[in-house]
Antibody, heavy 121, light 109 residues
């Protein structure tokens, strides 16, 4: 069955960096676009970034452009999110999610359980 | 950017009743590329509906989606106890950017 397991979250000071990982299993990872979606404590869902199945297309929400970088390693079935220049407003639970269609961005058919990032001094 | 506005913010109903949740877009959603998700406390979102009206695999047929253009609806025909949760709509049709509605909380009356 499809499994997505995020890791790498933690408490970090403003301005510092963090790298999140999402280990995928149960499907052919290299065939699917993948996303990061975040949820601030007690708030709604916010899409963060998508990477195409071939790693060529990379799109970001405006608030993270120039600070976050999405990438993938198909040999390791792993999705990454490099987060630089972190701000307190980046505090959230970060989910990775699978996009079932090659023409991303679309919707999300499978989600991980999330990894919590807290940006605080 | 398309802004999605969900209403009501909170809906209080009893098991067995019918729930109607609304999602209105600030501009037309191309190809009716709208999805719905259910989220329970402490859990990841669960995929329910895509293309405004197509149910995801394994979703009970009491869940149905409808609408087009700027007005979309998620209907739960007869509420089961496990249906009480927060529901989000999401558009993926325009400008290659994804946006979510702010959510509707469906609570037990």
């Amino acid at each position: 069955q499809v499994q997505l397991v995020e890791s790498g979250g933690g408490v970090v000071q403003p301005g510092r960096s963090l790298r999140l990982s999402c280990a995928a299993s149960g499907f052919t990872f290299s065939s699917y676009p993948m996303h990061w979606v975040r949820q601030a404590p007690g708030k709604g869902l916010e899409w963060v970034a998508v990477i195409g199945y071939d790693g060529i297309i990379k799109l970001y929400t405006d608030s993270v452009k120039g600070r976050f970088t999405i990438s993938r390693d198909d040999s390791q079935n792993t999705l990454y999110l490099q987060m630089d220049s972190l701000r307190p407003e980046d505090t959230a639970l970060y989910y990775c999610a699978r996009d079932p269609l090659k023409g991303a961005p679309d919707y999300f058919d499978y989600w991980g359980q999330g990894t919590l990032v807290t940006v605080s001094s | 950017e398309i802004v999605l506005t969900q209403s009501p913010g909170t809906l209080s109903l009893s098991p067995g009743e019918r729930a109607t949740l609304s999602c209105r877009a600030s501009q037309s959603v191309s190809n009716n590329y709208l999805a719905w998700y259910q989220q329970k406390p402490g859990q990841a979102p669960r995929f329910l509906i895509y293309g405004a009206s197509s149910r995801a695999t394994g979703i009970p047929d009491r869940f149905s989606g409808s609408g087009s253009g700027t007005d979309f609806t998620l209907t739960i025909s007869r509420l089961e106890p496990e249906d009480f949760a927060v529901y989000y709509c999401q558009q993926y049709g325009t400008s290659r950017l994804i946006t979510f509605g702010q959510g509707t909380r469906l609570e037990i009356k």
